[in-house]
């Protein structure tokens, strides 16, 4: 059974920065795209980024391109969002997703809350 | 940028009856080297990450009762609920994956009359 599990959010002055991680179980991680949802409180979803099995080939929206890292480690079957000067419109709760093209597979999310 | 379009904004359907979802890309999202339509349909309720419905426009994903139904082609595609449950209360968004950055609709609310 497919296992996504976020960590890593929380509440993060603005300007700050935060990591995310997700750790993958029930499917070969190394041989699958994995890419980042997010959701703003009582908003729709916004894809954020996509990374390649590999991690050679990284997609962003255009709005966070710059502050926003996408990453991956294949031995420790783990997702990354390196995220940094954060701003208030980026508290979202943030999923991680299997898969690169429609997303069959998603984690319960983890909450980033931007405030002073 | 794609932009996602859907309507209604909301919906109340009895118990039982159709419902249906509207969703429009701005740009054909059909890929021709494969001849598919690059569209997915997620379902959403109250605390819970969406689940994937429907892609390739119209291909249930496994497990999705098959009173989901999803149709269209190049840039109109509906979702149809053909006898609503009560468990179908919830959020539907339809996401384009032809072109990035992928892109979802705002989403459409369907709840009980």
């Known amino acids: 059974e497919v296992h996504l599990v976020e960590s890593g959010g929380g509440l993060v002055q603005p300007g700050g920065s935060l990591r995310l991680s997700c750790e993958a179980s029930g499917f070969t991680f190394s041989t699958t795209w994995m890419t980042w949802v997010r959701q703003a409180p009582g908003k729709g979803l916004e894809w954020v980024a996509t990374?390649?099995?590999?991690?050679?080939?990284?997609s962003y929206v255009d709005s966070l391109r710059g502050r926003f890292i996408i990453s991956r480690d294949n031995s420790k079957s783990s997702l990354y969002l390196q995220m940094s000067s954060l701003r208030a419109e980026d508290t979202a709760v943030y999923y991680c997703?299997?898969?690169?093209?429609?997303?069959?597979?998603w984690g319960q999310g983890t909450l980033v809350t931007v405030s002073s | 940028d794609i932009v996602m379009t859907q309507s209604p904004d909301s919906l109340a359907v009895s118990l039982g009856e159709r419902a249906t979802v509207n969703c429009k890309s701005s740009?054909?999202?059909?890929?021709?080297?494969?001849?598919?339509?690059?569209l997915a349909w997620y379902q959403q309720k109250p605390g819970q990450p969406p689940k994937l419905l429907i892609y390739?426009?119209?291909t249930r994903q496994s497990g999705v009762p098959d009173r989901f139904s999803g149709s269209g082609s190049g840039t109109d595609y509906t979702l149809t609920i053909s006898s609503l449950q009560a468990e179908d209360v919830a959020v539907y968004y339809c996401h384009q994956y032809h072109t990035l950055p992928f892109t979802f609709g705002p989403g459409t609310k369907v709840e009980i009359k």
């Open positions: 390739w426009a119209s």
């Open positions: 740009q054909d999202v059909l890929y021709t080297s494969n001849n598919k339509n690059h």
């Open positions: 997703v299997k898969d690169g093209w429609w997303f069959p597979y």
């Open positions: 990374i390649k099995q590999d991690g050679s080939v990284t």
